[in-house]
């Protein structure tokens, strides 16, 4: 009876743990869930009742295409959909109007198309959606008799794709802030897990366990691309939407930190390779090494959450100058090359935290400890 009744309680508690995941998720779509709900509807109502065009079906379909890719994933990537979904519409009209409905029409329609698309310059998306764009026309809604050459649909493609940018831009535009959040916070927090691993395998000569989190490293580089593709677009938000420029001082923050933690990124790959060295050649591991790596992953978790509660990094940099001063006594004790670039790479990600922090290269070199005389500095 208690095992039965143990069972229902476990059930209920993932049944409410499943509902609160999805309730999260919907809070965070329902911007997009506006946007599109606006957009389609404005679209249709400035193609359909301001200009008169009977059934605009391209106006909210190129509205909806704008609108998913976002102003958050870049502005020229959205005006190259909305040209594809116009480009395409148009030539689909008038060579459906020419030559007709069929298998080899299509195919030829599509290839016109593409062929047109290429030869304005497109990318891979405006190409795809002129080809697309295309189909639509030749199948779903083919022109009739009294549409021949008409220009209706090219037009309400634009107004779609138009209205579409506007209401990101300006009606609902995302939180850039927010945008960078997400873009940089997975990376933060699985450097700090990987170095934190990275420095209970040194201290335990534990080989093994540093290759496990060498493999894990490099599953990093879409973290990175995506923080990249997030920064770009919560800066063009910034920049083009009124309602959003008051966040360009708070957003300020995570573009310093962008670019130093992805080269921290490669740094902290390079650490973990020359770690796994340093065990393979029994190389001597000083007693404070293991604790200035571990103050590297305290910086980086120190600075994430800096950014989020938008104060000063005071402890990541705090943090990382003593990773750099433990690493720094530590390299007198370090038997062989592959523990002197273990250092360097703690003297280097130094350098990464305290520029994410905000401070400039030569406010860096100031605070920065001194390596004992006659060796040369590695950061």
């Known amino acids: ?8 309680d476990a059930m209920a508690q993932r049944g409410k743990a499943d509902l609160s995941a999805r309730l999260r998720r919907l809070r965070l779509t329902a911007l997009p869930v506006l946007q599109n709900a606006i957009g389609a509807g404005l679209a249709w109502w400035i ?10 079906f391209f106006a909210p379909i190129a509205a909806l295409i704008s609108l998913g890719v976002g102003l958050g994933q870049r502005l020229p990537r959205v005006v190259e ?8 519409v148009l030539i689909g009209d008038l060579l459906i109007a020419v030559i ?8 030829l329609v599509v290839a016109l198309a593409v062929v047109a698309a290429v030869l304005a310059g497109g990318g891979a998306l405006l190409v795809g959606q002129a080809g697309s764009s295309a189909v639509l026309v030749a199948t779903l809604i083919p022109p009739t008799e009294d549409q021949l050459l008409n220009f ?20 609902l535009p995302i939180n850039p802030v927010r945008t960078a959040r997400d873009g940089i916070d997975p990376l933060l927090r699985t450097l700090a897990d ?18 496990a989190v060498l493999e894990r490293s490099r599953e990093t580089q879409g973290t990175i691309d995506e923080l990249n593709d997030n920064i770009e677009g919560a800066q063009e938000v910034s920049r083009i939407a009124p309602l959003r420029w008051h966040n360009r001082g708070e957003l300020e923050s995570y573009l310093d930190a962008a670019v130093p933690m992805d080269h921290a990124a490669r740094n902290v790959r390079v650490l973990i390779r020359h770690a796994i060295t340093v065990m393979q050649r029994g190389e ?11 103050h590297i992953a305290a910086a980086v978790r120190s600075l994430q959450e800096s950014l989020r509660l938008g104060k000063d990094p005071v402890g990541a940099r705090r943090e990382a100058l003593e990773a750099a001063r433990l690493a720094t006594e530590a390299l007198e004790q370090t038997g062989g090359f592959a523990g002197q670039v273990v250092v360097a790479q703690v ?18 070199a100031e605070i920065m400890p001194d390596l004992p005389q006659g060796r040369v500095s590695y950061g």
């Open 47 to 56: 193609a359909n009742d301001l200009i008169g065009h009977e059934r605009p």
């Open 1 to 8: 009876m208690r095992r039965s009744e143990a069972m229902l």
């Open 152 to 171: 209706d649909r090219f037009i309400d493609a634009s107004i779609g794709g138009v209205v579409g940018i506007v209401v990101s831009a300006v009606l």
């Open 100 to 107: 007709g409905t069929g298998t080899l029409q299509i195919a």
């Open 284 to 294: 001597p591991v000083p007693r404070g090494l293991p604790d200035a790596v571990r």
């Open 194 to 211: 990987m170095v934190s691993d990275t420095a209970d395998a040194l201290e335990n000569r534990d080989r093994s366990a540093c290759v």
């Open 347 to 364: 003297r280097s990600l130094t350098i990464d935290v305290l520029r994410a922090s905000g401070l400039s290269s030569d406010e860096v």
């Open 81 to 88: 959909l909305v040209i594809g979904v116009a480009l395409g």
